[in-house]
């Protein structure tokens, strides 16, 4: 079971970082993939384990980034808060990202248009 506890991540790649959302590539120690980006419910930062297949994908304009999360391996995520960092069991808990219902092409495109 893949737990995505941020301390134990290595940072790859930063892929995106707008007004929109900032969403960073992790690795652990075994080279799994692993993504954070914002949440509004609860609210933080989120780190989320994912697989090739499924990253692909996304970045290919077929899924959405909340799909993208919502399909993930893993069974806990961490959420970092402002006052609090903690581990979710996705069984109990319902996480919603920060502008999840956009495509990475949409992610990337208005973050343009609004400039």
Request: no cysteine.
């Amino acid at each position: 079971m893949l737990v995505a506890e941020h301390y134990s991540l290595k940072p790859v790649k930063v892929l995106i970082n707008n007004s929109l959302v900032r969403l960073e590539l992790f690795e652990n120690s075994q080279g799994n993939l692993f993504l954070s980006s914002g949440t509004d419910t609860p609210a933080g930062v989120v780190y989320y384990s994912t697989t090739p297949s499924l990253f692909y994908s996304f970045l290919e304009n077929l899924i959405t980034l909340q799909t993208l999360f919502n399909k993930t391996p893993s069974i806990f995520v961490e959420v970092k808060g402002k006052e609090k960092t903690a581990l979710y069991s996705l069984n109990d808990v319902g996480i919603k990202l920060t502008h999840g219902d956009k495509t990475v092409k949409q992610l990337t495109v208005e973050h343009l248009a609004e400039i």
